[in-house]
């Protein structure tokens, strides 16, 4: 038997099976598999040569860090590749040895859903060993061997139902408690449940209204809604903004912002040196100048600014720092209405928080979180206190269940209160309160803590109240909400029907903006908050600047398409044809990229046929029987006016339309431009009626015949957006 001698390790070892020559080219460019990756996941993969350029076989490499429960260790194949896969995202140190070799790399980041691409050298011509022989026998087991393994059938999930804490179920292995249907079954670092590629993708949509940059739009819901103000004894409608930032113009966190005098009020700036003043939540009955003590890092500095003054801008001699850690909570309703949203919002933490600590390496993350329901349920009130325990936290989620309640409104005062007590980090840390809930706060006679309460404890704290309002909320939530975000600068976020979970959810009053994935959103937020850029809605420049677009960036929000039908006067002829049409096209934002295909039933109709239009010196063009047009164009709209259903538009588009009756028969290119508004009902997907003012500038043929057509469309049509 032919034998061959290979050095692994140090060692030379005599291998039955020939050993594959090294490639000195890249194995993982030439047909290679990549390992599999997840969304949630990272892999570390390459190539380890020797100083020839040929892989090495037998060489350890090892990856360690702190996202990482001790190390994970690959051996390198023939070619010299190994991979290191299913890393939890984050910042590794790459450690390779070879016999007495070692070589480090250090600050390798993992990004969720990514491949890093780590390739080493080492000089082997330093290794050397003794020799060992390797016979070619094999064990042997006997029938007896295989029918005395302990696993019954042994079957995969029979072997899953012998692990530790494991039971058997009507369907197979649960797991803690937990049923087997909730299993997740992961091959090669890949999800194999997952319909899609090898990823649990987030469900829930959500969309953002960015009351505190939106300031004017905000007062002028406000102002729709006095009853609710009353209500709920909350004006919100006056607002100073301090801003504080170093000598270089960088926002401070954590700056102290005191309003002096009788009742003073005392809050803290955000991650991005902003810290707002409302004197109709928090000083009633001041009036008058405001006297503002402002102190940071031992700096302090005093000033007087009128109370109608928008903004004020304080600088310290101080240097700014981006927070070093986040505090996020969650106080949840988990009364019966909630459980869907309750049951997503489990599912998808975990990516949430792996995608955070990706985005913004370093930062430690804490989670805590209060349950909230009614009094008189049998639980009224759940906490679990800040720690960094992901998984535990998911657990404590999991072990929830969406129960009791009755009525409308919850005790969520007393969450409020219980979420407002958790040990909040201090110093430079962002911090984050999640506030899901679909009902108003129920009103005690005996209640001590009021919402009020827990926005000035916010405020005092400097915490973010983040408010997310789900399925069944209604107009008295938004407006509680909402206010939860602008007096904390952080937009109102409300779920919605896009995704198909819960019941109908309320859109906001406000101008529409994108509808994003909750995770999405939630993470974008988050990270941009620890880059110091605050917490916008898409759309709104700070919330980009200097951030990594994420990979939804750019994609398509929605589809639209419609049928209608209208009346076309040509003003300059007093010419008129109605057209019917369906068209379609992909929306981006308030930008819709649109293709109109119509068919009109000709010119003049009351003059007939013979009726000439003048087109030019010498041209005329009798009056189509029929026509068809094909439109490409794009459309710019902008919404105003009361409960934001009514928009202006302008649009820039081609048609080509195939003339009949026209001496030499073919195809008109005109340039087609108008500008005008529409009426839409209250549902994305309903009627519209507009008024459409523009102009046509005709090419005809070879002739380059050009005349301006000024008309004006009268449509009625029905659109639908997905």
């Known amino acids: ?119 080493l050298t080492v000089d082997t011509s330093e290794v050397g ?107 919100m409608d006056r607002r100073l903004r301090v801003r504080v930032v170093d000598a270089a113009g960088q926002p401070v966190n954590d700056a102290v912002v005191v309003v002096t005098g009788p009742g003073s009020v005392r809050g ?34 005093q000033l007087v600014v009128s109370p109608t003054t928008p903004e004020i801008r304080v600088a310290l001699p101080v240097r700014s720092a981006a927070p070093a850690a986040l505090d996020l909570a969650f106080a949840i309703d988990v009364t019966g209405s909630m459980g869907d949203e309750l049951d997503y919002v489990t599912r998808e933490l975990a990516m949430i928080v792996a995608r955070i600590r990706a985005a913004a390496p370093g930062v430690t993350v804490r989670l805590g979180g209060v349950a909230y329901r009614d009094r008189g349920d049998a639980v009224p009130l759940a906490t679990r206190p800040f720690d960094s325990d992901v998984n535990g936290f998911v657990a404590w989620l999991r072990s929830l269940h969406a129960d009791g309640g009755g009525d409308y409104p919850e005790d969520m005062e007393s969450g409020l209160q219980a979420a407002m007590h958790l040990d909040w980090s201090k110093g430079n840390v962002a911090r984050v309160l999640v506030v899901l809930g679909d009902a108003p706060p129920k009103r005690y006679p005996d209640a001590q803590y009021r919402f009020t309460d827990a926005m000035r404890d916010a405020r005092a704290a400097g915490v973010r109240l983040l408010p997310v309002a789900a399925s069944g909320a209604d107009r008295t939530v938004e407006y509680l909400f909402r206010a939860f975000g602008a007096y904390t600068s952080t937009p109102y976020v409300y779920l919605t029907d896009d995704s198909g979970i819960g019941n109908d959810h309320l859109e906001a009053d406000a101008a529409p903006t994108d509808v994003e994935r909750f995770n999405d959103l939630l993470v974008r937020m988050v990270v941009s908050d620890l880059h110091q850029h605050g917490m916008h809605a898409p759309g709104n420049w700070k919330a980009w600047r200097d951030y990594r677009a994420p990979p939804w960036q750019g994609k398509p929000r929605r589809l639209v398409a419609g049928l209608g039908a209208g009346v076309t006067m040509l003003a300059s002829y007093r010419d008129i044809a109605s057209i019917t049409w369906a068209r379609a096209g992909i929306a981006f934002g308030d930008l819709e990229l649109r293709f109109h295909l119509g068919w009109s039933n000709g010119l003049d109709r009351r003059a007939g046929p013979r009726a000439l239009a003048r087109v030019g010196p010498g041209e005329t063009m009798p009056a189509a029987s029929s026509s068809l047009a094909l439109v490409p164009g794009a459309t710019v709209r902008y919404l105003f006016g009361p409960w934001q259903r009514v928009r202006a538009f302008a649009a820039v588009g081609l048609e080509e339309e195939i003339l009949r009756g026209h001496p030499a028969d073919g195809v008109a290119t005109m340039v087609n431009s108008q500008a005008g508004f529409e009426l839409r009902s209250p549902d994305a997907a309903g009627l519209a009626a507009g008024v459409q003012v523009g102009g046509h500038v005709m090419l005809y043929g070879q002739r380059d015949i050009t005349t301006p057509r000024p008309h004006l469309d009268l449509s009625l049509y029905v659109e639908h957006r997905f």
Not at 29 to 55: K, S
């Open 129 to 235: 060993g003794e020799v060992i022989e390797i016979s070619d026998g094999a064990p042997t087991i006997d029938r007896s061997y295989s029918k005395n393994i302990p696993v019954p059938g042994r079957t995969f999930e029979s072997a899953l139902g012998k692990a530790a804490g494991s039971a058997g179920d009507s369907v197979g292995a649960s797991f803690s408690g937990s049923s087997s249907t909730e299993n997740v079954y992961i091959v090669d670092g890949a999800d194999t449940l997952d319909r899609s590629q090898g990823a649990r993708m987030p469900m829930l949509t959500a969309t953002a209204v960015p009351d505190a940059d939106r300031w004017a739009d905000y007062r002028q819901f406000l102002d729709g809604h006095s009853d609710l103000r009353d209500e709920l004894e909350l004006r």
């Open 1 to 119: 038997m032919r034998t061959r001698h290979v050095t692994l390790g140090g060692l030379v070892v005599a291998s039955l099976a020939g050993v594959r020559p090294a490639s000195a080219g890249d194995p993982w460019a030439d047909g290679r598999p990549l390992p599999a990756i997840t969304a949630t996941t990272a892999v570390i993969h390459g190539v380890v040569r020797d100083q020839d350029g040929a892989g090495v076989l037998g060489a350890t490499v090892v990856a360690t860090g702190p996202a990482l429960d001790g190390s994970r260790a690959e051996i390198s194949d023939a070619d010299g590749c190994y991979a290191i896969a299913d890393l939890p995202p984050g910042t590794y140190r790459v450690d390779v040895y070879y016999a007495n070799l070692s070589i480090q790399r250090a600050s390798v980041v993992a990004a969720a859903g990514a491949r890093a691409r780590i390739d």
């Open 268 to 301: 803290r700036t955000h991650a991005d040196g902003v810290w707002d003043f409302f004197p109709g939540v928090d000083a009633p009955q001041r009036a008058g100048l405001v006297d503002l003590e402002v102190t940071a890092e031992g700096s302090r500095t």
